[in-house]
């Protein structure tokens, strides 16, 4: 079965880096599609970042671009979130996100979260 376990949450100060991590297990990495979703106190679900299957494209919102990188580590059955310049409007509940290797745009699978704060 599909498992997201995301960790690296954690509080700093405006103008740091965190690197959050999610462990895959129950689907091949390499073949599905990643998301990282973000939910601000208060707030609605956010996209943040997404990470294609096949060609490894990348696309974040404007909100991080050119802040925080997505990437995989297909042989450990990991996905990251690079984050930097981070801003107290990135304080949220950060959630990994896949369609599992379905070949369907259907992402039913979601990790727990791992709380994100930032101040300022």
């Known amino acids: 079965q599909v498992q997201l376990i995301e960790s690296g949450g954690d509080s700093v100060q405006a103008g740091g880096s965190l690197r959050l991590s999610c462990a895959a297990s129950g689907f091949t990495v390499s073949n599905s599609w990643i998301l990282w979703v973000r939910q601000a106190p208060g707030k609605g679900l956010e996209w943040v970042s997404s990470?294609?299957?096949?060609?490894?494209?990348?696309n974040s919102a404007d909100s991080v671009k050119g802040r925080f990188t997505v990437s995989r580590d297909s042989t450990k059955d990991m996905l990251y979130l690079q984050m930097n310049s981070l801003k107290s409007e990135d304080t949220a509940l950060y959630y990994c996100?896949?369609?599992?290797?379905?070949?369907?745009?259907?992402?039913?699978?979601w990790g727990q979260g791992t709380q994100v704060t930032v101040s300022s």
């Open positions: 990470l294609q299957p096949s060609t490894r494209r990348t």
């Open positions: 996100v896949t369609n599992g290797d379905t070949g369907h745009f259907d992402f039913r699978y």
